[in-house]
């Protein structure tokens, strides 16, 4: 067989596999939300408890974008431009969450937090309730996106060494100024790719936020958990229209991914 028609043949297979476990799905969603024309589904979405956990999600997204991407600026900072002892230890452990399925990370939480738990008495006395309310939530969708920004700028910030840090070091320049002026404008796309990142997988996390919320609706629910929720009770429209917003959101998400992947590779080559 000719070398284009194994070329051909590979793009027809990946094109159909993509369109049947990716696009497929997606245009189901989209029909079958619309199935029962425009004021249904502007019902489904706009119902308070969607409204809630619409907002409940955006929180906990930015809150966890917020907490993700300096840990993760300061960590690869740290690991890429350092040497200390137990660099290795850090960079292991920036990668548990990776090893660790989302439904154990909120055990962990629960076995932590929880009344079973060392941290609950301290949380009690200073009446913080943790599990079953909005700081576990956050908690977990910390834990399970903290490596995605930290992984995206390590291996590029170790590749571009430190020469230019170490002449600006020699020339009086600050740690703050030097990261600002010289480090950061090099990893920016780096950056960025990584925050999108972690703010898709922040806005469709399902199973630890599942442990450790308790499903109290209007009170703990987020976007994926009101899905699951409608569904159980057989509104499959409703659910497939609140479905279609982290559709739309994953779509566009995808877009600005595909944007920042190109500009990163650009700037690298």
Known sequence: MKRNGVQLILILLGAAFVFVMLILPLIT????ALRQGWETFAEAITDDYAVKALKLTGFSTVITLAVNTAFGVFASWAI???AFRGKQVLTTLIDIPFSISPIIAGLIFILVFGRIGWAYPLTESLGVKVVFAV???VLATIFVTFPFISRELIPLMQAQGNEEE????L?????LKIYRRITLPHIKW?????VILCTARAMGEFGAVSVVSGHLRGKTNTLPLHVEILFNEYKLTAAFAVSSILVVTA???MILRNIVEYKLKKEEG
């Open 29 to 32: 969603v989209m029909t079958y």
């Open 80 to 82: 890429a431009k350092f």
């Open 135 to 137: 700081p576990g939530i």
């Open 166 to 169: 170490e002449a600006a070091a």
């Open 171 to 175: 020339m009086g320049a600050k740690g």
């Open 190 to 194: 780096a950056l960025l790719y990584g």
């Open 251 to 253: 779509i566009i998400i």
